[in-house]
């Protein structure tokens, strides 16, 4: 990691820290060869807690393996099909897409962007080529970082 992209890092998780369940991040991707920006929240225990279990009991993965899955197979995609292509959500078991479906509704802010949560709903439900499942590991991701930055800040800054 280069000395620019540690103080990045430093300065996304002390922004975390400050700004908690408040925090926002503008996500960008690429759908059907447009920029699309969504804005995604961390999601609150009462939300993520029951995605991490019912991922644990069901799948016998935890948010971090998911992430990771979901990335391997966008490297495939992109690999076969260029910059920007969609997701083989056939490779993925049904649970596993309706838990990341449902962190992606739960974690896209549509308030932040002028919707309302029943336009976050419907838009998520009719994404087609694994969009939807690609949010929901952008928003497990953030809830990750969002626990770093919680280590973060009860370990102060220990490792400066």
Same mark, same amino acid.
């Given at each position: ?59 016998? #993965? $935890?948010?971090?393996?998911?992430? &990771? ?7 495939? @995609?992109?690999?076969? %099909?260029?910059? /920007?292509?969609? #997701? $083989?959500?056939?490779?993925?078991? &049904? ?7 449902? @962190?992606?509704?739960? %974690?896209?802010? /549509? ?24 949010? /929901? ?24």
């Amino acid at each position: 990691m280069t000395d620019e992209t540690t103080e990045k890092s430093r300065s996304t998780l002390m922004d975390m820290v400050v700004r908690g369940k408040d925090y926002r991040h503008t996500h960008e991707f690429e759908m059907f060869g447009e920029t699309v920006e969504v804005v995604l929240r961390p999601l609150v225990d009462a939300e993520f807690l029951p995605i991490t279990a019912l991922m644990q009991e069901l799948l016998n #993965i $935890d948010e971090e393996e998911a992430v &990771e899955q979901i990335r391997e197979a966008k490297e495939d @995609a992109e690999a076969e %099909g260029g910059e /920007g292509a969609p #997701i $083989d959500v056939s490779q993925f078991d &049904e649970d596993f897409v309706k838990l990341m479906q449902k @962190a992606a509704k739960l %974690g896209v802010d /549509g308030e932040s962007m002028g919707h309302s949560q029943e336009e976050v709903d419907w838009m998520v439900d009719n994404m087609v080529g694994g969009y939807s499942v690609e949010l /929901g590991g952008e928003v497990l991701d953030l809830a990750g970082n969002i626990r770093d930055a919680e280590r973060f800040r009860r370990n102060g800054f220990r490792d400066r």
